[in-house]
Structure formats: structure tokens, C-alpha cells
T-cell receptor, first 112, second 113 residues
Framework: RKEVEQDPGPFNVPEGATVAFNCTYSNSASQSFFWYRQDCRKEPKLLMSVYSSGNEDGRFTAQLNRASQYISLLIRDSKLSDSATYLCVVTHSGGGADGLTFGKGTHLIIQP | SQTIHQWPATLVQPVGSPLSLECTVEGTSNPNLYWYRQAAGRGLQLLFYSVGIGQISSEVPQNLSASRPQDRQFILSSKKLLLSDSGFYLC????????????FGPGTRLTVL
């Protein structure tokens, strides 16, 4: 089983809809989780950290499910500008760079 | 505020030629620095990271090397490029633990012909 898995998509979603996607991880000792957004041919940009209690930033909500070992990202009232690839990052300390893993990303396309 | 610079933005090099990519960070001290490569249609691959001057951890055996001559400078080099070295090279920084959130530079798109 891969350490971090994401559905590559693409997810085609109409503007204004709500969309959610998950990122599963295999190491139960994982400690820190992040979501990044990457536009085509650009660098990844930190979208939000994922806290144990879940967190919200405007239209974006991130949640952590330790029991099932996945994190989720929910986007409400989606905008055309939300079209991008969303990368999850999972870390666990003590593993050197092996403790730092990026998913391959989920491609989201918001359609007018 | 912190900023990270990478150059050049794009580079086309022949097979067998040398490579030097530079990354500098401003507005922070003693950052962790990282080099990643993203090949077309693939995920981010961590190549090197550094927690301090002269300290380099290499994650993938390859014909690339990294150096950190100054606190906020990170250099990626190769003596002889291979076709497989083509990709999008990204530098990133973080503070504190190497597992904290990272912030990426604009990247260098390298094509080896």
C-alpha cells in the first residue's frame, strides 16, 4: 500500500457546487497534515494545515479522521478560480525525509 | 515577510552539460531548506534537505548534489545532466521541525535535450 494516496481525478464540478476529496495515509504514527494547492506549471502553495479538531478557512474545511487514516478537504460554493491540483502532505517525525510524504494530487476543474 | 527566490525560471541544457540552480530565502534565519523535483505528470520527489549550513541529507541516489554555503542559500548541482533529469525543480523552506509547513519558490523548469 502506498504511503499517501489521492484520487487523481479530474473532478469536474459546476460552479457553486460543493466538492470534497480525501487523502489516505498508511502510517498510523503520522502527526502533521497539510493541504497545498498547485496551479498548472506553478509552485505548490500552502492552503491549510489540518488540525485534529478540524479547521475551516472561509469556504474551505479540512478534517482529520485518525481512525480511518484519512484527511479530507471540502470546498463550498466553488469558484472558477478553485480549479487546480490539490496535494496532501502527511508527516511523521523521526523518519528523516521518509517522514515527509506528498500525495500526487487531485485535479479539480470548476466548470462555468 | 519571508520571500524565496529561485533562478533561472527556465533552462534548456544538452545531455552531459553541468547544472547549477540557486535558491535564496529572505526574512528568516536558520531555515530548513529543501530541493524537490516534479517530473511531468508525477508527484513531488524530495531530493535533498538541509537543516543548517553545510548539512545536507540526500534522499535519492542520483547524479545531483546540493550545497548550502550560507544560511539562506541552497544550491543544486550536477556535473553531467541526463535526459531523466528533466523536470520542475522546486526549492522550499520551513522553520523549526523539518515536518512543519513548507513554502515553495517559483521553481525552475529544466529541459535536458
Amino acid at each position: 500500500r502506498k504511503e499517501v494516496e489521492q484520487d487523481p481525478g479530474p473532478f469536474n464540478v459546476p460552479e457553486g457546487a460543493t466538492v470534497a476529496f480525501n487523502c489516505t495515509y498508511s502510517n498510523s504514527a503520522s502527526q502533521s497534515f497539510f493541504w497545498y494547492r498547485q496551479d498548472c506549471r506553478k509552485e505548490p502553495k500552502l492552503l491549510m494545515s489540518v488540525y485534529s479538531s478540524g479547521n475551516e478557512d472561509g469556504r474551505f474545511t479540512a478534517q482529520l479522521n485518525r481512525a480511518s487514516q484519512y484527511i479530507s478537504l471540502l470546498i463550498r460554493d466553488s469558484k472558477l478560480s478553485d480549479s487546480a491540483t490539490y496535494l496532501c502532505v502527511v508527516t511523521h517525525s523521526g523518519g528523516g525525509a521518509d517522514g515527509l510524504t506528498f500525495g500526487k494530487g487531485t485535479h479539480l476543474i470548476i466548470q462555468p | 515577510s519571508q520571500t524565496i527566490h529561485q533562478w533561472p525560471a527556465t533552462l534548456v541544457q544538452p545531455v552531459g552539460s553541468p547544472l547549477s540552480l540557486e535558491c535564496t530565502v529572505e526574512g528568516t534565519s536558520n531555515p530548513n531548506l529543501y530541493w524537490y523535483r516534479q517530473a511531468a505528470g508525477r508527484g513531488l520527489q524530495l531530493l535533498f534537505y538541509s537543516v543548517g549550513i553545510g548539512q545536507i541529507s540526500s534522499e535519492v541516489p542520483q547524479n545531483l548534489s546540493a550545497s548550502r554555503p550560507q544560511d539562506r542559500q541552497f544550491i543544486l548541482s550536477s556535473k553531467k545532466l541526463l535526459l531523466s533529469d528533466s523536470g520542475f525543480y522546486l526549492c522550499a523552506w520551513s522553520v523549526g521541525s523539518i515536518y512543519n509547513e513548507q513554502f515553495f519558490g517559483p521553481g525552475t523548469r529544466l529541459t535536458v535535450l
